[in-house]
């Protein structure tokens, strides 16, 4: 085996080695992982220096800290790759010519051929070339100093105020409801309008008020020019109708002095020239269509006369009752009717009792149609016979909620009974005293008919009625 | 202390022994030293070899110079197309006895001998050729189920002519791998050709003065067998053996790059058998690192196969082990790249 002598050299020689490869491996290491890591950390720090802080004790004392950390890594690593003793053993060997003995002789007994074996002190020599790593790392140092200078990034964010714009945008919106109510856009148009007002509004801020105010300029102006034109056509339709208004006066006098042909030519002028106006104006197209139903709806003059006569009314009354029927869409049945029984007649005078039937039977519950029943069939004596004309009798409401409402008597002028409804029918029998007077001509001491005791309660619709019938303490 | 490596007293005596041989092989065969200690290697380590050159370097007369100075049993094939296995190996003929019965008796081939010459083994069918694969390995002849040894020691030192490969059989890879250097036999300068053609009439060598006897051949083996192999130079063979597999996780680049097949792991053998004869022959009773790379190149040049694209870039096996040499650290220390060791 080894001798003690050449053992203490060999070990001498092998801590050497072994202080030589970790000066070497450090030296790799520590340039070859701090090139990067003081790039990277330099990075870091510009980055940090850029957008988030100002702290000078943590800008130099990172640098500091990976200093110090890449020492203790290059150190740990270079430790952890130092070669074994057998493999120190063999460069020894192979550096000191001995053909194998070092190395056999640290695993077998090699006798006296250990005295073959020399070693020279420090006989092996690293030569290290780091010139690049050195100047990678220098760089990275510097890299690294500098980053330290980087100015700090100083930005806002793009914060604009709100532009307040809701003043214009509520006088565009008016105008638009404007044009909305007078017909003039369309209910779609008006909508996409509205809609994009209030997109201007929404996006109105400051960062470019140029913008929003032109955006509102132009839909003022579009509103305008609609308005503009509309009122442009309102004006030539008005024009349009005052003249016709005026052909049409002058041709109601002339057509008493035209003769049949003449009438009929100039009435098919005039009807042109309103087809021609209804064709431009929507509205008047419409107001005529309506006037050409209602004429051709209306009753003539003598069915008219007729019955007045018949059931005895007066002019208002009679007015009064087509209104009524008109509005219950009964006038052009009635006015059929009204034909039918003529004819039937041949008298030219109305039936009371068939015209209280059809009332009856086309209007029944109808509050106007009870009141042309109550006109031509009921009350005393008919529509056509009897003393005379029947008032109607009012009598007090029967305050059933018990509540303090003051009864007031319904004035004339809203006793009108459009809109009203009919509460209740009254019947009482007849009494002692409850004659109807004598009429003037009739025969002294005679007894006159039993009158029958006959109310109804009407109810005022109209909230202007109710208003003033109903008026709390 | 009883020791496990050869002792210097019997080391000396050997080394003496075979210096004294190789300096009659050298001057037998003017200009070739470097070769004749490969061939004596190859002698010592019983490994067989191939020599390739041109015609007229001094191949055959090489290994009969070899044969002559060891003293042993030389016989020459000279490989032709037509040669059959039976030609070498030798085949059972009918013979009469004296009683007049007739017998089938063994005769042997070429191949029984110490030191067969396999002259231009190339032009022998594959047929012809693959009958020396028993002979190289085994040492043993096998026919009609009978296996016959060889004379101990047996080797087969074949040549080759790299030129006029018309009507030639490259060597199976198999038998390639059983020869344990190939070695190239160059032409020598003009002072040595000076030399021979001074000294030598029609250029034939001077007769051996000494001889290696077989009993001083045997003695040579068995020191041979105490030559120590330490576990680092072993493990260096083994690493640059790997390192030379396409693939294997220690191959380096350029091998991936131009190799297409690596050394067999018998090329980790004869490396460890050769660099023991090398110590041998430098008086030592270890093998060293130097040893071994003295024996890389011999070994690996005929085990290596190289893919086309080493030869589109011109790369030859040489080329490659000297870079498996260069790049394979002896003492497997992790050193940066950039250190470099003096001593």
């Known amino acids: ?473 | 202390m009883n020791e496990s490596v050869v002792s210097q007293e019997q080391l000396t005596k050997v080394s003496a022994i075979i210096e004294k041989t190789l300096a009659e092989l050298n001057d037998i065969i003017l200009g070739k030293e470097e070769l004749h200690k490969m061939m004596m290697v190859a002698i010592l380590s019983k490994g067989h070899v191939l020599l390739e050159g041109l015609p007229g370097v001094g191949k055959t007369a090489l290994v009969k110079a070899l044969g002559d100075l060891l003293k042993l049993q030389f016989n020459r094939v000279q490989f032709t197309p037509d040669l059959m296995p039976s030609d070498i190996l030798g085949t059972n003929i009918l013979q009469e006895k004296n009683d007049g019965s007739r017998i089938m008796e063994f005769r042997q081939g070429p191949v029984f001998t110490n030191i067969l010459l396999a002259d231009e083994i190339n032009r022998a069918s594959p047929k012809t050729q693959s009958a020396m694969l028993e002979a190289m390995q085994e040492s043993a002849v096998t026919l009609l189920g009978e296996t016959r040894n060889l004379p101990h020691p047996f080797f087969v030192l074949a040549s080759q002519n790299p030129i006029e490969m018309e009507g030639t059989y490259p060597i199976p890879e198999a038998q390639l791998d059983r020869f344990m250097f190939k070695l190239y036999v160059d032409s020598v300068d003009s002072n040595v050709l000076n030399q021979i053609i001074t000294s030598r009439r029609r250029g034939e060598p001077p007769q051996a003065k000494s001889h290696l006897t077989s009993d001083e051949l045997l003695e040579v083996y068995s020191v041979m067998g105490n030559i120590y192999l330490p576990n680092a130079v072993a493990n260096y063979i083994a690493r640059l053996v790997e390192a030379s597999h396409v693939g294997s996780c220690s191959a380096i680049s350029e091998v991936n790059e131009y190799v297409a097949y690596g050394a067999s792991p018998r090329a980790a053998i004869a490396i460890a058998e050769s660099a023991r004869a090398v110590a041998l022959l430098d008086g030592r009773p270890t093998v060293g690192f130097d040893d071994v790379k003295f024996v890389t190149k011999g070994a690996l040049n005929h085990r290596l196969i190289l893919n086309y694209k080493a030869k589109m870039d011109n790369i030859s096996v040489f080329d490659i082990i000297d870079i498996l040499l260069n790049k394979i650290s002896e003492t497997n220390v992790d050193l940066p790249k950039n250190v470099t060791i003096e001593a």
């Not at chain 1, 890299?143 to 509520?170: H, R, T």
């Not at chain 1, 009254?426 to 002294?444: F, H, P, R, W």
Request: hydrophobic share 35%; with cysteine.
């Open chain 1, 1 to 473: 085996m080894i001798s003690e002598s050449l053992k203490k050299v060999v070990d001498i020689e092998i801590n050497s080695l072994k202080l030589k490869i970790l000066g070497l491996n450090f030296l790799r290491w520590f340039f070859g992982i701090g090139g990067v890591v003081f790039f990277a950390t330099g990075f870091g720090i510009a980055v940090y220096k850029i957008f988030y802080f100002e702290n000078y004790i943590v800008r130099f004392i990172l640098p500091v800290i990976i200093f110090l950390f890449l020492i203790i890594i290059s150190l740990f690593i270079s430790y952890k790759s130092l070669p074994e003793k057998s493999q120190l053993l063999s460069l020894l060997d192979k550096h000191n010519q001995c053909g194998g003995l070092l190395i056999a002789a640290h695993e077998t007994n090699i006798g006296s051929w250990i005295e073959k074996i020399r070693l020279q002190k420090n006989n092996i020599k690293f030569n290290i070339d780091l010139k690049n790593k050195i100047a990678i790392f220098v760089l990275a140092i510097a890299f690294c100093f500098c980053s330290n200078f980087v100015p700090k990034l100083n930005y806002q964010k793009s914060s604009f105020n709100k532009f307040e714009i809701s003043d214009n945008a509520d006088d565009l919106k008016n105008q638009l409801d404007i044009l909305k109510d007078e017909d003039i856009i369309e209910e779609e148009e008006a909508e996409e309008l509205e809609q994009s007002i209030n997109e201007i509004e929404k996006n109105a801020v400051g960062e470019n008020p140029e913008k929003t105010l032109e955006a509102l300029e132009h839909m003022e102006e579009n509103l305008s020019n609609k308005a503009q034109l509309a009122e442009e056509k309102a004006l030539a339709q008005m024009a349009n109708l005052e003249a016709t208004e005026q052909v049409a006066q002058k041709m109601e006098e002339a057509l008493k002095n035209m003769s049949e042909k003449e009438r009929k030519e100039s009435l098919s002028a005039m009807n042109d020239m309103l087809n021609k106006l209804a064709k431009e104006d929507k509205n008047f197209q419409k107001m005529l269509k309506n006037q050409q139903l209602a004429m051709k709806q209306s009753l003539g003059s003598k069915d008219l006369m007729a019955l007045k006569n018949g059931c005895n009314m007066s002019k208002e009354q009679l007015q009064k009752m087509l209104n009524n029927l008109k509005n219950n869409n009964l006038l052009n049945k009635f006015s059929n009717k009204l034909s039918n029984m003529k004819k039937n007649n041949g008298k030219g005078r109305l039936d009371n009792q068939q015209l209280l039937q059809f009332l009856k039977k086309n209007c029944s519950g109808s509050r106007s149609c009870n009141k042309l029943s109550s006109i031509c069939g009921g009350g005393n004596g008919g529509t056509n016979r009897g003393p005379g004309s029947v008032p109607l009798m009012w009598k007090r409401r029967y305050n059933t909620y018990k509540g303090n409402y003051k009864d007031e008597g319904v004035t004339g002028d809203i006793t009108s009974l459009d809109d009203s409804v009919l509460l209740q029918e009254i019947y009482t029998e007849s009494q002692a005293g409850d004659y109807e007077k004598s009429k003037v001509g009739s025969l002294n001491n005679t007894k006159a008919k039993k009158v029958d005791n006959k109310s109804y309660s009407l109810q005022p619709k109209h909230r202007k009625a109710v208003g003033k019938f109903f008026e709390r303490k």
